[in-house]
């Protein structure tokens, strides 16, 4: 399947859970650190209402995977980047805040 790519560092082979797409996008227009993000599996959960959540978890050889959360459903999100956790974390942070 070919890849689309939003502003070159979104890689996108099937969907993104809602609401997550927007924020994704507005992270990786603030943070040249970010190289790429490729989100990943998606799986219903509970607990995931409300905004969009998305938390950070463990290191990659490139990055961070982060798990986000939104209506209903946990997608895994791969992020290629020089940030450390606490920078990512708060880049994060700052592009939830910044919702349209």
Same mark, same amino acid.
């Given at each position: 399947m070919k890849l689309r790519a939003a502003k070159g560092k979104l890689k996108v082979e099937h969907r993104i859970i809602s609401g997550v797409?927007?924020?994704? *996008? @507005?992270?990786v227009d603030q943070r040249p650190e970010?190289?790429?993000?490729?989100?990943?599996?998606?799986?219903?959960v509970r607990d995931a209402r409300g905004p969009v959540k998305i938390r950070v978890t463990v290191p990659t050889t490139n990055?961070?995977?982060?798990?986000?959360?939104?209506?209903? *459903? @946990?997608?895994?999100?791969?992020?290629?980047t020089t940030l450390t956790k606490e920078e990512l974390e708060a880049a994060i942070e700052e592009a939830l805040s910044r919702r349209k």
């Open positions: 797409r927007e924020v994704l *996008e @507005r992270l970010i190289r790429l993000v490729i989100p990943g599996v998606i799986r219903k990055g961070w995977k982060a798990i986000a959360f939104s209506a209903g *459903e @946990r997608q895994e999100l791969f992020v290629s």
